[in-house]
């Protein structure tokens, strides 16, 4: 069941300033929450000077296009600006390709005037398979981009899982990804990287 519109500014509000750029994850419930998650992540993104750039599967752009504006993002005018890209690429391309075309791109953004590149993607879901796919991908996303202008947000749909299953899934986002927001009851959790606060219980 959906949550309603879910809030990002909140759980980053006060530890995500105009020149952190973390390498996020979100886990949702269900795939009805996603558009209201990317919409709420990209206009914070451009509240933030971001250039925006969303990655849709082979044949969806136009729907994602039509998703996100029906959550509230302006997508046509955004993309009539310059201020948004779809970008359409199978998930049959190997990691490398997914990440190193658009170093040049975040430097060439921040070049013309951006804070950063604010990028997210279409959610993976539950099943084994494409999560531990998804992981490969995001681990060679967060070595092409760690320190660099860009701000992501990796979006899991989890729905089904059982409560250990869950948790196990948000430990191993959370050894590469700077943040993981878990959406509950009182809104969106920010759990940091378990590296970052093992290492800082010494």
């Not at 973390?22 to 269900?30: K, N």
């Not at 969303?54 to 752009?61: I, T, Y």
């Not at 681990?139 to 981009?145: N, P």
């Amino acid at each position: 069941m959906a949550r309603g519109p879910i809030d990002l500014e909140r759980p980053l509000a006060g530890t995500f300033d105009d020149t952190a750029c973390p390498h996020m994850a979100i886990l949702l419930d269900s795939f009805d929450d996603v558009p209201a998650a990317l919409a709420s992540f990209y206009a914070l993104g451009l509240r933030r000077n971001g250039w925006l750039f969303h990655r849709a599967l082979p044949g969806q752009a136009d729907a994602d296009r039509s998703a996100l504006t029906d959550a509230g993002l302006p997508v046509a005018q955004l993309e009539s600006e310059g201020r948004f890209e779809v970008s359409e690429q199978p998930i049959s391309e190997p990691p490398e390709s997914w990440a190193e075309p658009w170093v040049p791109v975040v430097e060439q953004k921040v070049a013309g005037g951006f804070n950063a590149v604010w990028w997210s993607r279409f959610p993976v879901g539950p099943e084994d398979a494409l999560w531990s796919l998804a992981l490969r991908y995001d681990r060679y996303w967060e070595s092409a981009f760690h320190g660099r202008a860009a701000v992501s947000l990796c979006v899991y749909v989890v729905g089904g899982l059982g409560g250990e299953a869950r948790d196990e899934r948000v430990r191993d986002l959370r050894e590469i990804h700077d943040r993981t927001l878990v959406p509950g009851d009182d809104g969106v959790v920010a759990l940091e990287r378990a590296q970052q606060a093992a290492s800082a219980r010494g």
